[in-house]
């Protein structure tokens, strides 16, 4: 019996453990050190980007690490998607309407984006490169 007491005790513990650390996790990411922020602070960087005609406009994005990037991406005649899979980015855009999103660009390289809305075949041609030097 005592044993099983124990038991039921350990693993609610270990259970509240976990809680209290995946609810601290968000806090620490959220806000970095000044001095971290200060060394790795990047530029603003506002892109409008029109999904149309299977086509990106601009289809070329190039920005400097850690620069923290701004996007409205607007699909212009049908529902496109603006997918970046380094970056975990997937922001669906119904047609004529306008999505707004923004992320750091922490990693450096050469990222493929494209559409991955699967409604219409010639999606796939939509392409497009974000570069992060
Ligand atoms: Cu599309």
Excluded at 90 to 114: I, N, S
């Amino acid at each position: 019996m005592r044993a099983r007491q124990w038991l039921v005790f350990t693993t609610l513990a270990a259970g509240v453990l976990f809680l209290v650390s995946a609810a601290a996790q968000p806090l620490d990411t959220a806000v970095p050190s000044p001095a971290e922020g200060q060394e790795n602070a990047g530029q603003v960087r506002e892109f409008t980007i029109a999904g149309n005609r299977y086509a990106f406009s601009p289809a070329t994005l190039t920005v400097n690490r850690n620069d923290l990037i701004k996007i409205t991406f607007t699909a212009q005649d049908i529902a496109h998607s603006f997918t970046v899979e380094g970056y975990r980015i997937m922001k669906r855009a119904g047609a004529g309407q306008t999505v707004t999103f923004e992320f750091r660009a922490d990693q450096a390289g050469t990222f493929p984006f494209y559409c991955n809305l699967s409604q219409d075949e010639k999606c796939k041609d939509m392409k497009g490169t974000l570069t992060v030097r």
